[in-house]
């Protein structure tokens, strides 16, 4: 018997643009400019030495005493309460109340979420460690997101979390996906947990040449410009977004259907892309999904703003022969989610093709490889067959995810 | 400090940390055990008293008694005994 098809049957986000899925797809298409200078509590150096510019989210709705009771949320940090707030717009939407508890699986993508919330308690109890909390021997583990996401929610199939860097997201629904086809569970939720990043990570990042931007300092909202001749490195963006992913069997055929979807390591033990690792990756998913490049309508590019990151990219788009799509770049309207990035730009990804059209790369002014089809000014109406999802990570991680339309 | 205050000191910080039983009679008689309080929460009840008190000693030196009451009367001891 054939596998069933495997269909995103709900979405939950949050980012710079809001909280739900509605801001999201509104503001790409406005092409919103929510770039400001970091002004959340461990995000730049104490000493005064940095002005990190990035985008960073409002406050997570508070949700029902019912669904997570007081006693829970006082001990859950930002990104804890983000990725409730999540879940629980993905969880209704896809109709996991009627799923039985042990046939719904979760995986997180992202490790190390909560350096920003360690920084501050070193600072808090600075003088005073003999008074450390006792939940800060649990909730610095990879386990707490999905921990806690199961203490809340009825999940009882399985919980964890993987880490790939910037491709964490991408990987969280790869390894959800091949938790559905092994028959483990039927539903799988795939969660891109919120790098909470703090400033050692930020200075850290800019030492390595990842970060920018030195050029636009004093213009925040001009300084995330992917595939742009200007470009100088990426901008940490505050994203968190959960896929939920079912049998097309069970659930009908949601927002598309994940077809194809590759994960190959290529070697890096840092930042440095490969591009020979993206063509195996491109190569390796459209195979899976019976497709050609020509297929290909639109694709949602890695795109950091990092030169070398988006000259790789561009030439690996250029020698598979994929000029002919549509190239969107989701960062440039809200940042670099890091380990989220996957997920809140698949979701983007399935929202614009929902949409029937694309938003516009922000900052594209004069595009260092014209031969790509980029969007740029306005949003582009498209009705879309087949979309193609790439994140890569520090670490030599490649995906591509290739998504067929619901329509 | 007498036992009494630092039993107030404990419901204020059981309330605290488990914000459910703000409204909930809590007396000398209860223990965190019986009022539901897990075994996260009650390390963080004694840890945010302990500070309160400026006492630092090993929370296995707080085990032993068997109600809010016996355990004000410990930390009492614990607090003239320093």
Known sequence: MAAPDIIFAGIGTACGLGYGKASLIDGLLAGRDVFSVLARPGRQAPDGSTSFIGVEMPDPPELPFELVPKRVARTAGFGARVALAVLHEAWGEAGLDDVAPDRIGLVVGGSNLLAREQVLMAQDYAGRLAFVPPRAGHVYLDSEISGLAASIFPIRGFAHTVGAASASGAVAVIQAAAAIRAGTVDACIALGAMQDVSYLDLLGMRALGAMGSARFADQPGRACRPFDRDHDGFLYGECCAALVLRRADQAGPGYGALIGAAQVADGQRGPEPDGDGQRRAISLALQQGGLTAGDIDVVSAHATSTPKGDEVEAASLHALGLEQAWVVATKSVVGHGLSAAGTIELAALLLQMRAGRLHATRNLDHPHEPMLRHVQGLPQPLAVRHGLKLSFGFGGTDTALVIRGAA | ?82
Request: net charge negative.
């Open chain 2, 1 to 82: 400090m007498e036992s009494d205050d630092i039993l107030s000191i404990l419901i204020g910080q059981i309330r605290e940390v488990v914000p459910e039983l703000v409204d909930h009679d809590i007396g000398a008689a209860d223990s965190m055990a019986a009022l539901g309080v897990d075994s996260v929460e009650r390390s963080e009840v004694l840890m945010n008293t302990l500070e309160i008190l400026g006492l630092d000693l090993p929370m296995v030196q707080l085990h032993g008694p068997r109600n809010l009451g016996e355990l004000a009367l410990l930390l009492k001891a614990k607090c003239g005994g320093a």
